[in-house]
């Protein structure tokens, strides 16, 4: 970032900024995915609405041009529920690169010292959960979906934040934020690493040659945003028929979108200004009323669009434009598809037991005390400072908010089962109970301490 920037305390303006951005996009954003969790438990569990429930996600998806169907996998269409999990969650975690780009190089992520302590903490909240969840599991069917509890929900954990309003350090704020976007990497790096199989060497060329012609693209600053998206469907198409998880290709084309406007903002202002001048000359008093524009005008006012395209990144662009889609549709309706648990099968001792305990211990006691004994250490060798305005009381709530772990925990708990034969449909069912029960205990737990921990309001650090 050019130019000098307004100081916070130690924290710079942008920083401020995209921390208050995140909240309010995540936090309404989780209300719309506690509202889908909650119907798509009522819709599993009502006798008569539960069997179409089910079937609706069993049906085949077809975008067919001739005998070419787009929504293929191995040659056969994709269901309803394979179309949600590889190919709109493919656009959750183009999202998520996209995020992660901007992070690494303008936000928490750009500054080594500020991004040490999330970063450290974020590597004991995968580490401990996945170590309980593997001693818990050992020698059993279930100990393959040992990385299921090692995820934070940022919409969730930061809707609980934004529960508590300005009560909340914003150093907290950030560093909860960053903490979700590196876990975020480390679930990304387990998906690519360990849930690919049957490698179709061709498919993955072919796919990392259009990965070739996009970082070009970037290079050459090409800023159509239909370039990158038409090819990177293209990506996406042969990453889902090569074996590589699907929503990896959602990573790696990310990674390749420019973010480097073609204006720099006072040049964008020179250029406005130039078409403006224009219609101040004019002084054409029909400017004041609806009326038809001559053609003149039209031009200048071109010159202003084409100027606004141009000062804005193709990756900014497009992850602000994601947003509203990833968090009020795709996420909830992955929900919606996933957490429908029929629960009159179900024993409810064996909701601790198991898988289900494994992960519940995982998420609760595991991300909590990954997050906070991780965070210890490194604030006591003076590694990394503590987040301004904080205490030690503060990091261990914020570390239990750490256990809500629902989209990411779900989409490697489908991963881990969804495929297998015989047991592997119950294990499924109880793993996401698991993830129910474990995230909801984390969350309720994590705002009792945090009410009671947080002062009555946080003094300006400015």
Known sequence: MSGSVTERGNFPQY????????????????????AATVLAFI????????????????????????????FSHGGHPMTVL?????????????????????????????????????????????????????????????????????ATDIAFSLGVLGMLGSRVPISLKIFLTTLAVVDDIGGIIVIAVFYSSHIEVSMLLYAFVLLAVLFLGSVFRIQSKMFYISIGGAVWFLFLNSGIHSTIAGVLVAFCIPATPVFEPKKYIKAIRSSISHFNAADDENLDRRTILTKSQMDWLKQIESASDKVISPLQELEDTLHPVVNYIIIPLFAFANAGIFLLDIEPETIFEGISLAVICGLVIGKCAGIFLFSWVAVKMRLAPMPELADWKMMASVAMLGGIGFTVSMFIANLSFAGMDGSGHELLEHAKLGIVVGSLLSGIVGFILLHRTLPASVPDAG
């Not at 995140?22 to 309404?28: E, L, P």
């Not at 590889?86 to 995020?99: K, R, T």
């Open 15 to 34: 920083v401020f900024y995209a921390a208050r951005q995140a909240v309010r996009r995540h936090a309404t954003g989780g209300n719309v995915l506690i």
């Open 82 to 150: 394979e179309f949600i999990n590889d190919a709109l969650m493919a656009v959750f975690f183009f999202s998520i690169g996209l995020e992660i780009k901007r992070e690494v190089l303008v936000g928490e992520l750009s500054s080594f010292r500020q991004a040490f302590l999330p970063i450290v903490a974020a590597v004991g909240g995968m580490v401990v959960p996945v170590a309980i969840f593997y001693t818990l599991g050992k020698g059993t069917d279930y100990v393959g979906g040992a990385a299921i509890p090692m």
């Open 43 to 70: 819709f599993a569990n009502i006798p008569g609405v539960n069997g179409l429930y089910f079937d609706f996600w069993t049906q085949p998806v077809r975008l067919q041009i001739g005998e070419f169907n787009i």
